[in-house]
């Protein structure tokens, strides 16, 4: 009987020394996130960014979000969408891709693309796109929706980077 409630000690003493360690191992590497221009940089496969609070929303303008996500050793994956609150004259989301520059700190663009509509309620757009590998990602979107050329509401959403190793 001694022998089995020595091991039930020592088994709850090894399982509470790997649950404290493990638990000052994630803070640790929270703690060591870089955060450039409002993007983390992470080792993620993919990651998406969303529009402004509710609370900001437009006459026009619902949602925009952004996402990139690994595509191959050499290709990143880009989409970008933007919802309005009814249908509009005029729909459309401007899409950057950028990559991080270390010695600068600061992100550069290699890509960009605009998709238009008219007379629509959302509008989404996607493309692959061949990049160098060891470097960080993100897509960067501006999102407008209108009634006219003159009235119209703007957001802007922006992804984490992730890295192609």
Not at 49 to 64: A, D, I, K
Not at 110 to 117: F, S
Not at 121 to 143: E, M, P, Q, W
Request: aromatic share 10%; glycine share 6%.
């Amino acid at each position: 009987m001694k022998k089995r409630i020595l091991s039930i000690l020592c088994s709850m003493v090894v399982l509470c020394a790997v649950t404290t360690t493990s638990a000052f191992d994630v803070k640790a590497s929270e703690a060591k996130q870089k955060v450039v221009d409002g993007s983390v940089l992470t080792t993620e496969e993919s990651s998406t960014g969303y529009s402004e609070e509710p609370n900001s929303r437009g006459v026009y303008l619902m949602t925009g979000d952004c996402t990139i996500s690994k595509a191959g050793l050499t290709r990143v994956y880009a989409y970008a969408s933007t919802t309005a609150n009814t249908e509009v004259d005029y729909i459309a989301t401007l899409v950057y891709v950028e990559r991080y520059n270390e010695e600068l700190d600061g992100w550069g663009q290699i890509d960009w693309w605009v998709a238009e509509a008219h007379n629509d309620y959302f509008l989404s757009t996607a493309k692959t796109i061949k990049v160098d590998r060891g470097y960080y990602y993100r897509v960067r979107a501006n999102h407008f929706a209108g009634k006219s050329a003159d009235s119209y509401d703007e957001t802007a959403s922006a992804t984490d980077g992730i890295l192609l190793p």
